[in-house]
């Protein structure tokens, strides 16, 4: 079974992207799609109705982040199990710090140009460490403004293969389809790792505390350094700014 993350902000297209590319390949292919969402979704009646099986993880009030990565051996043996071809897991509504992608399987970002041109600077390893990077909605701007969003994605990430694609019309999906249909075969996620580690909080708030005052928080919540010198608010640099 083929396996591969697609992670992205919310609302840039990545629903409509996977069902264009799941819809170009091999005749009688069985897909799937585990959607992990925060409060709701109605994205998996979409897959339903084109045909998929579908699955739905929603993360309450626990960080999306690490619930998906806590699910995702099960999402794979599930999709095992119903002896699937192709298994999508699809995270939405992740913080731009998130490290869904793991080692061994194609990764995905996608990501909307009309976020603005600097966006690709402001997400970490979901595209840092992507191996194809998806724009969408790149109808919308001229020519130049891909340009320049695509310079922006090759900064942050030179070695992930760029594709436009219109996730309405289905242009330029073609290249996708091809690469799902070419990635590793996963039967397994014994001994793999994250691509990254993920983002990490340890606090008061994490165990239901609301009062916002100095003598209710403690933790390891880095403060901020209001300091003109300092070049990083909040905290150390990671390594993948």
């Given at each position: 079974m083929k396996?591969?993350?697609?992670?992205?902000?919310?609302?840039?297209?990545?629903?409509?992207?996977?069902?264009?590319a799941l819809a170009g390949l091999p005749a009688?292919?069985?897909?799937?799609?585990v959607k992990f969402d925060c409060l709701s979704t109605l994205d998996d009646r979409r897959y339903r109705a084109a045909g998929h099986i579908t699955a739905v993880g929603l993360s309450g009030s626990v960080c999306p982040d690490h619930y998906y990565v806590t699910n995702i051996e099960d999402c794979l043996l599930w999709g095992i199990e119903n002896g699937l071809d192709y298994l999508i897991s699809e995270s939405a509504g992740l913080c731009n710090r998130c490290s869904p992608h793991?080692?061994?399987?194609l990764a995905v970002c996608m990501v909307d140009v009309l976020s603005g041109v600097e966006t690709p600077r402001k997400i970490g390893p979901m595209l840092k460490l992507a191996d194809v990077v998806v724009v969408t909605k790149g109808d919308i701007v001229s020519q130049a403004e891909r340009e320049v969003f695509a310079a922006r994605v090759a900064e942050s990430n030179p070695a992930a293969e760029i594709l436009f694609v219109n996730g309405l019309t289905g242009q330029g999906v073609f290249a996708l389809t091809r690469r799902i249909a070419a990635a590793a075969d996963q039967t397994h996620l014994i001994g793999q790792q994250l691509?990254?580690?993920?983002?990490?909080?340890?606090?008061?708030?994490?165990?239901?505390?609301?009062?916002?005052?100095?003598?209710?928080?403690?933790?390891?919540?880095?403060?901020?350094?209001?300091?003109?010198?300092a070049a990083v608010a909040g905290g150390e640099d990671d390594g993948l700014r």
């Amino acid at each position: 079974m083929k396996f591969l993350t697609v992670s992205g902000p919310p609302g840039c297209g990545k629903t409509s992207v996977i069902l264009k590319a799941l819809a170009g390949l091999p005749a009688g292919s069985k897909c799937g799609v585990v959607k992990f969402d925060c409060l709701s979704t109605l994205d998996d009646r979409r897959y339903r109705a084109a045909g998929h099986i579908t699955a739905v993880g929603l993360s309450g009030s626990v960080c999306p982040d690490h619930y998906y990565v806590t699910n995702i051996e099960d999402c794979l043996l599930w999709g095992i199990e119903n002896g699937l071809d192709y298994l999508i897991s699809e995270s939405a509504g992740l913080c731009n710090r998130c490290s869904p992608h793991i080692r061994g399987a194609l990764a995905v970002c996608m990501v909307d140009v009309l976020s603005g041109v600097e966006t690709p600077r402001k997400i970490g390893p979901m595209l840092k460490l992507a191996d194809v990077v998806v724009v969408t909605k790149g109808d919308i701007v001229s020519q130049a403004e891909r340009e320049v969003f695509a310079a922006r994605v090759a900064e942050s990430n030179p070695a992930a293969e760029i594709l436009f694609v219109n996730g309405l019309t289905g242009q330029g999906v073609f290249a996708l389809t091809r690469r799902i249909a070419a990635a590793a075969d996963q039967t397994h996620l014994i001994g793999q790792q994250l691509r990254f580690c993920m983002p990490a909080a340890m606090c008061t708030f994490c165990y239901g505390e609301t009062r916002v005052m100095k003598g209710y928080r403690n933790g390891n919540i880095p403060p901020v350094r209001y300091d003109a010198a300092a070049a990083v608010a909040g905290g150390e640099d990671d390594g993948l700014r």
